[in-house]
């Protein structure tokens, strides 16, 4: 955004609208920035889960109490993994060059993230309930909640808007792309309640009561 203000808002060659896209830029100039910052970023959320994941199981994090719990994470983990390869895939097959196969790829993201999301604040949800006492837990679901919802109905707008309004796409692009930002930054809350737990001490059989559990793991 900062590079396309200070040309002046230029008009790229993959560009329809007044207002440009970022895989508009994406694909000009800044395209080894585009997929480096894809990669990483896609990467880097399919981490977030893999870790999180870890920590419930090694009981560093509060622990799933039931099969639905672990089928939910690992379902969020794998659509994560989808949505961070179609993330990188969009960036290389840019929409200069591959305008059929980006979107096709922008799609996959989009579905990815939106399964992945809506599976890790089920299982949050369902965690929650087992560990009424944790606050940080029920923030974490309704924090997630609240902008995958958002999210959500704004991917919706935009898929249309993509058809037959560019200019309200291209808005709603950058504005999705922000709010994912703070999706992928919530889960710095999330792993930082392990901090200063050892392996193995929220296992389900030490925490029957809040003096069993970590300060930092209660409300």
Not at 117 to 130: L, V
Not at 164 to 179: C, K, M, R
Request: proline letters at 2%; glycine letters at 6%.
């Amino acid at each position: 955004m900062i590079v396309w203000l200070v040309q002046g808002q230029p008009r790229y060659i993959s560009q329809e609208g007044r207002i440009a896209f970022i895989s508009d830029i994406g694909a000009d100039m800044l395209k080894p920035l585009f997929v480096t910052g894809a990669s990483v970023t896609g990467v880097g959320f399919f981490l977030c889960l893999v870790i999180e994941r870890y920590l419930r199981h090694s009981g560093r994090l509060m622990p799933h109490m039931r099969t639905r719990e672990r089928v939910l994470s690992t379902l969020a983990v794998i659509w994560a993994a989808i949505g961070g390869a179609g993330l990188i895939l969009l960036a290389v097959f840019d929409t200069a060059r591959y305008t059929t196969h980006h979107r096709l790829f922008l799609l996959i993201f989009i579905v990815g993230v939106t399964f992945s999301a809506i599976f890790t604040i089920i299982e949050y949800r369902w965690i929650s309930k087992d560990f009424e006492f944790a606050r940080e837990l029920r923030i974490a679901y309704l924090v997630k909640a609240v902008i995958a919802s958002v999210l959500i109905v704004l991917a919706i707008a935009f898929a249309v808007a993509l058809y037959y309004a560019t200019n309200v796409g291209a808005v709603l692009e950058w504005v999705i792309a922000f709010l994912f930002t703070f999706y992928v930054l919530t889960y710095f809350f999330d792993l930082r309640q392990s901090k200063g737990v050892d392996r193995g001490e929220l296992h389900h059989h030490r925490t029957g009561s809040n003096a069993n559990v970590p300060m930092s793991q209660v409300s």
